[in-house]
């Protein structure tokens, strides 16, 4: 609490000390009884006047009012959270309509976003019913058609869905406003391409290589909200919102947009939009394990720490390797591991995995020896 907010306690004490010591001031007269009444009021008046201050500190915000003020203060808009896309295949002869359903075996579900003829086999694009990461299912997960569609006989996903991120954070919000506030955005510098990037709804970080193919040009990496490569329409998005390209012309070998400033980067700059490289970080150790665990329980939960240690340093300004001894540190803390020996990370016992400028670290697989 701020020293300035005093305590019903402090309020009491100083009301007392300010009234002559010719009354009666001890507990069960009325002159201390009066007192406390009113410091108990006035404690209320101390934290209503703090929660007033504290609104104008953007630190302590949280939920719509952080929403607001950061708008409000520079314009930043809180990421909406989106629902994971999907190419479903489909075996059978009939007419998909706009709108018909198909889930995994647990019950998530995706609705068909094209009314399409299909003979024999066919494909369509299909949107998670759900906003969030529950879209996010890996391949052939898809195989559930929960109303019978006639003439149709099988439905899977050959890859994996992709593009269900998460409304934005508090926390991921705040340190974009601060990133805004701390890093001057002027006509085109670096702070401002990055700052155009990860506006864009489903980015979680981006880059920027200066001149990267002559005078004039930008190169800008992206990865998505959840730390992973980003998809080919994310990639898309930011590069239609920055530099759209329009149609390419092979007559010429030019775009018809291309850096004529129809997007917010300004007339004369070419900035090519690209996804970063996966770099898959594989584990190999030798471990004892605690009883009551299985080998497959125990592979997930060395992913999982792993994972999210990778989504901490993905495009991180001070790492750019993951640690070997990192990696030792997580498999020791995962549930189900009493020891490890062994532990090879991409291949090698002791040395750091180097991630490149233009790549971020993705789990690969979990061997256990």
């Known amino acids: 609490m701020s020293a300035n907010v005093k305590t019903e306690e402090q309020i009491l004490q100083d009301m007392l000390n300010n009234i002559s010591n010719i009354y009666e001031k001890s507990v069960g007269y009325l002159t201390y009884d009066i007192t406390k009444t009113n410091a108990i009021e006035l404690a209320k008046?101390?934290?209503?006047?703090?929660?007033?201050?504290?609104?104008?500190?953007?630190?302590?915000?949280?939920?719509?009012?952080?929403?607001?003020?950061?708008?409000?203060?520079?314009?930043?808009?809180?990421?909406?959270?989106?629902?994971?896309?999907?190419?479903?295949?489909?075996?059978?002869?009939?007419?998909?309509?706009?709108?018909?359903?198909?889930?995994?075996?647990?019950?998530?579900?995706?609705?068909?976003?094209?009314?399409?003829?299909?003979?024999?086999?066919?494909?369509?694009?299909?949107?998670c019913t759900q906003s969030g990461v529950i879209g996010m299912v890996g391949a052939n997960s898809i195989t559930q058609i929960p109303i019978t569609l006639p003439g149709f006989t099988e439905v899977t996903n050959p890859n994996a869905s992709y593009d269900g991120f998460e409304e934005e954070t508090d926390e991921a919000l705040k340190q974009r406003y601060y990133d805004a506030l701390r890093n001057p955005i002027t006509s085109n510098n670096q702070a401002h391409f990055i700052y155009?990037?990860?506006?864009?709804?489903?980015?979680?970080?981006?880059?920027?290589?200066?001149?990267?193919?002559?005078?004039?040009?930008?190169?800008?990496?992206?990865?998505?909200?959840?730390?992973?490569?980003?998809?080919?329409?994310?990639?898309?998005?930011?590069?239609?919102?920055?530099?759209?390209?329009?149609?390419?012309?092979?007559?010429?070998?030019?775009?018809?947009?291309?850096?004529?400033?129809?997007?917010?980067?300004?007339?004369?700059?070419?900035?090519?939009?690209?996804?970063?490289?996966?770099?898959?970080?594989?584990?190999a150790c030798s471990i004892s394990k605690d009883n009551g665990y299985s080998d497959e329980e125990i592979k997930a939960n060395i992913s999982n720490k792993i994972t999210e240690y990778l989504k901490e340093i993905a495009f991180s300004t001070i790492v750019n390797y993951v640690s070997n001894a990192k990696v030792i540190s997580l498999i020791l803390s995962a549930n189900g591991v009493l020891d490890v020996q062994n532990v090879k990370v991409n291949g090698s016992i002791n040395n750091n995995v180097i991630i490149g400028e233009e790549e971020v670290a993705v789990m690969g697989t979990v061997t256990l020896l």
Request: charged content about 20%; aromatic content about 8%; hydrophobic content about 40%.
């Open 45 to 127: 008046v101390y934290q209503y006047a703090l929660s007033i201050a504290n609104l104008r500190l953007v630190k302590d915000l949280s939920g719509d009012d952080l929403t607001a003020r950061v708008y409000d203060n520079k314009g930043t808009v809180r990421k909406v959270a989106t629902k994971a896309k999907v190419v479903l295949a489909l075996e059978g002869t009939g007419k998909i309509q706009k709108g018909d359903l198909f889930s995994t075996a647990n019950n998530i579900q995706f609705i068909s976003l094209e009314t399409k003829p299909i003979t024999e086999i066919g494909s369509i694009l299909a949107e």
């Open 196 to 283: 155009w990037a990860k506006s864009v709804t489903g980015v979680g970080n981006a880059k920027v290589i200066p001149l990267w193919n002559g005078d004039l040009t930008v190169k800008v990496i992206i990865i998505d909200s959840n730390m992973q490569p980003a998809s080919a329409d994310l990639v898309n998005t930011v590069q239609e919102y920055i530099d759209p390209k329009g149609e390419y012309d092979s007559n010429t070998n030019t775009w018809s947009l291309w850096g004529t400033g129809t997007g917010q980067s300004a007339i004369g700059n070419y900035c090519s939009v690209v996804s970063a490289i996966a770099k898959n970080i594989d584990i």
